[in-house]
Nanobody, 124 residues
Framework: VQLQASGGGLVQAGGSLRLSCAASGGTVSSHTMGWFRQAPGKEREFVAAIRWSSDYTYYADSVKGRFTISRDNAKNTVYLQMNSLKPEDTAVYLC??????????????????WGQGTQVTVSS
């Protein structure tokens, strides 16, 4: 599965952005789709994920209540709506796909396919 992320940019603190991740080259109907982020000098961290078949979602505590992950079947696309952005949300955001059947996939090694990343910068 090939993944193409887009939608990043520069926004002021308190603002919003919506990231998109378009999947191609295969079906993701049985996959879990996730968003991770990586800030300079820091480890890649889990942000949110959605289990495509059941629409079950889960989030990192740091973004719960501010970010929403969703999917569009017709477009084979996953979205990450980010509201109330903070400077500490600044990072490269990457989408990923996992064919594992277990729930609550939050570790990078659990995902097999990765997009190229999109930069999100939040100014104070």
């Amino acid at each position: 599965v090939q993944l193409q992320a887009s939608g990043g940019g520069l926004v002021q603190a308190g603002g919003s952005l919506r990231l998109s991740c378009a999947a191609s080259g295969g079906t993701v109907s049985s996959h879990t789709m996730g968003w991770f982020r990586q800030a300079p000098g820091k480890e890649r961290e889990f942000v949110a994920a959605i289990r495509w078949s059941s629409d079950y979602t889960y989030y990192a505590d740091s973004v719960k209540g501010r970010f929403t992950i969703s999917r569009d079947n017709a477009k084979n696309t996953v979205y990450l709506q980010m509201n109330s952005l903070k400077p500490e949300d600044t990072a490269v955001y990457l989408c990923a796909a996992s064919s594992e059947t277990r729930f609550l996939l939050k570790l990078r090694y659990e995902y097999q396919d990765w997009g190229q990343g999109t930069q999100v910068t939040v100014s104070s």
